[in-house]
């Protein structure tokens, strides 16, 4: 028998392996969501590396580092809801396939909407808004999921992490009726709402497992530097018996603010070695822009948002860049990673996985 002794050591070794800071030069998701790209191709933008030589954007971008695509995807979007004809199951599949032809991992990001889906708008698809019993809704989230996952299949496409709703913090699939159906929203501000979360997003993830067993499924919250904002649902659905195996995290930093350093990058980090201890799950940073990506402060909250947590929260898979392509206020969007002439900014140096963190001052 060994000692007390030695297992006590063998014991303290493995707790601070896991505690530590993550091992360099791991292999790390530098992602990109460029949802917008066809659009803005259908309208004649092009991207130039910089040399000025016109590139393809996915070949751009991987040149750049990007090794990672996400794609949001809407339920039917030229309803009069929607935002349409983008982002839905065939739009959806060219993209991937552009990407994953490319060597990209291939993330897709489900609004179960027929237009965006975030904490300020959970809109139920048109088609299904009548639905008037749960299971009937668990049933079409589940039978969304595995008909676009099995289109991507069917191209050839692998996909690695299927993210089961967007920026969910404060639920998903809310109707806009007055009538009876508003009692199946998935509000997790309310005991019955969360019920009725778990029993489509449990669905939902179980199609997406049907279709592609070895994928992981994601749980998306928004504001990941703020835990009061998060934390509360996250605990309901764990409680509750949610499925998942990833959760992800939007964060945005607003660099105008005083401290904005510690408040936004500081508080992130912490917060995802927080979550991984709670919850002992992989955690992901699903969502990051910056608005004026040509200053220093832009491309250093960047930056060391992707370094630290890479380096020091162990269990991060990856950062996703959203709409990096984008520049010129594309749709209103000020936080995109191209400068005016349609070239890549500094700022996705930081997707390289060549990069460290930056001093306070530019030197």
């Not at 639920?171 to 007055?178: A, D, E, I, V």
């Not at 904002?229 to 945005?252: P, T």
């Amino acid at each position: 028998m060994k000692s007390s002794k030695f297992l006590i050591a063998c014991a303290l070794a493995v707790s601070l392996a896991g505690c530590g800071d993550a091992p360099k030069n791991r292999p790390y998701i530098y992602g990109a969501d460029s949802g917008w790209l066809t659009e803005m191709e259908a309208k004649g933008i092009k991207f130039y590396d910089n040399d000025g030589k016109e590139r393809e954007c996915y070949d751009l971008m991987k040149s750049i580092g990007f090794n990672a695509a996400r794609f949001r995807v809407w339920v039917q979007p030229t309803n009069k809801n929607g935002y349409g004809p983008w982002c839905d199951k065939a739009d959806v599949v060219a993209k991937a396939k552009r990407a994953y032809d490319l060597g990209y991992k291939i993330m897709i990001d489900f609004h179960y909407s027929d237009n965006w889906a975030d904490p300020g708008q959970q809109r139920k698809p048109e088609a299904w808004d009548s639905i008037a019993d749960v299971n009937a809704l668990a049933a079409a989230a589940a039978e969304h999921t595995k008909d676009v996952l099995t289109g991507l299949k069917n191209a050839g496409i692998d996909v690695e992490w299927v993210q089961i709703g967007n920026e969910t913090t404060n639920g998903m699939l809310k109707t806009q009726s007055n009538r009876s159906e508003a009692a199946l929203n998935c509000d997790l501000l309310t005991d019955s709402g969360t019920a009725n979360y778990i029993v489509v997003h449990n669905a939902a993830q179980k199609a997406a497992k049907d279709v592609f067993p070895s994928c992981k499924t994601i749980i998306h919250f928004d504001r990941g530097h703020e835990w009061h904002n998060f934390s509360w649902g996250l605990e309901k659905l764990v409680k509750g018996g949610a499925v998942y195996d990833i959760f992800g995290l939007s964060i945005y930093p607003d660099i105008t603010e005083k401290d904005w350093y510690a408040k936004n990058v500081d508080s992130l980090v912490a917060n995802l070695n927080k979550l991984v201890e709670v919850y002992g799950k992989d955690v992901m940073v699903c969502e990051v822009g910056c608005a004026w990506p040509d200053t220093y402060d832009a491309r250093r909250a960047v930056n060391d948002i992707v370094v630290r947590t890479r380096d020091e929260v162990p269990r991060c898979l990856g950062v996703f860049y959203w709409e990096p392509q984008c520049f010129d206020g594309w749709n209103g969007y000020k936080m995109g990673g191209f400068l005016t002439n349609g070239r890549p900014s500094k700022l996705l140096d930081a997707f390289s996985g060549k990069t460290q963190r930056l001093p306070e001052k530019e030197q």
